[in-house]
């Protein structure tokens, strides 16, 4: 929704359409028609359908085959793993005009796995919308006085047990912000581990002053796209722990703007997050300054218009 209201000052009109009634963070979508018909009619209307994540190639490439460019979200080289998901999801993306990815390694995974050729991929990075208010915002209640932030799901792929290891060999609190079948268990460890050190948030609606004032974000994923929370972060001044997955290095300057940890064991975590936390004024200005630059979404929306133009 929000590329879609930068493209609007761009001069590019568009729709965004939900695939299902569920909804996503209670925003409110217009949903498309559930049959293949009302689909087709729907989608066939349009210049262009841009395909955002796994659940929509398929509609798009069975409804409106090269009418449509395919944004893929996630890691490629971790949903590409299997052989019959992968033929199958190479020949989905063939009848696609174009197929953006959020990074360079991502776009050689489709090319190398999928085999989605050069000429029909393009390279434009997740972004967020900048606001002043980011660096601005009231302290939250009950957080304690220093501590490390998780925001996302609490699911096996993001390894938030390790993270509460990690942060409990550290002086820092740890804020989880977020919901996920783990929720009850994780909830549990962190407050045996770390006490009156650990707050459970569940879902949060503005996860932007919880970022102002925390000394460090810290994921621990097994696999990530190129996450917006870091962005997120980044533009509240604040350094990420990070593991070398996905598109993250290009989000952090390791060593710079935070760290990213080869092998997010435990241990790893904790003496990246101690380093970070030491230096976390330095690195957050780091971040903010790189973010700023590069993943904001008037920035990312030029590309978008630019590949967008090409592809009519």
């Known amino acids: 929704m929000q590329l879609d209201e930068a493209l609007n000052e761009l001069g590019i009109r568009g729709e965004v359409l939900a695939l299902d009634g569920d909804g996503e963070q209670g925003l409110d979508v217009p949903v498309a028609p559930s049959g293949w018909r009302g689909r087709r009619r729907l989608m066939s209307g349009h210049g262009l359908v841009v395909a955002h994540g796994s659940t929509t190639l398929h509609v798009a490439a069975t409804t409106v085959p090269g009418g449509f460019v395919y944004r893929s979200i996630g890691d490629p080289t971790f949903w590409l793993d299997r052989p019959r998901r992968r033929v199958m999801t190479a020949a989905r993306l063939r009848s696609a005009r174009g197929v953006v990815a959020l990074y360079d390694a991502a776009a050689d995974a489709l090319h190398e796995r999928a085999r989605v050729r050069r000429d029909r991929l393009h390279v434009i990075p997740n972004a967020v919308v900048d606001r002043d208010s980011r660096r601005t915002a009231p302290r939250p209640p009950g957080v304690p006085e220093r501590y490390a932030l998780y925001v996302g ?40 581990t770390l006490g009156d050190r650990f707050l459970m948030l569940g879902p949060v609606e503005d996860p932007e002053p919880y970022h102002r004032h925390a000394s460090v974000l810290v994921l621990a994923s097994r696999s990530e796209g190129m996450p917006g929370v870091v962005i997120e972060a980044g533009l509240a001044a604040t350094p990420s722990v990070v593991p070398d997955v996905g598109g993250l290095r290009d989000l952090v300057v390791d060593g710079r703007s935070g760290a990213v940890v080869a092998h997010p064991t435990a241990p790893a975590l904790t003496e990246a997050i101690a380093n970070v936390d030491a230096h976390s004024a330095a690195m957050g200005e780091a971040a903010l300054d790189h973010v700023a630059a590069h993943f904001t979404m008037h920035t990312v929306a030029e590309r978008w218009a630019e590949v967008l133009d090409r592809l009519t």
């Not at 699911?155 to 609190?173: N, Y």
């Open 153 to 192: 799901a609490m699911t096996w792929e993001k390894q938030v047990d390790r993270i509460i290891e990690a942060v409990a060999g550290t002086e820092l609190g740890l804020v989880c912000a977020g919901e996920g079948p783990l929720a009850p268990s994780l909830r549990q460890q962190g407050e045996a």
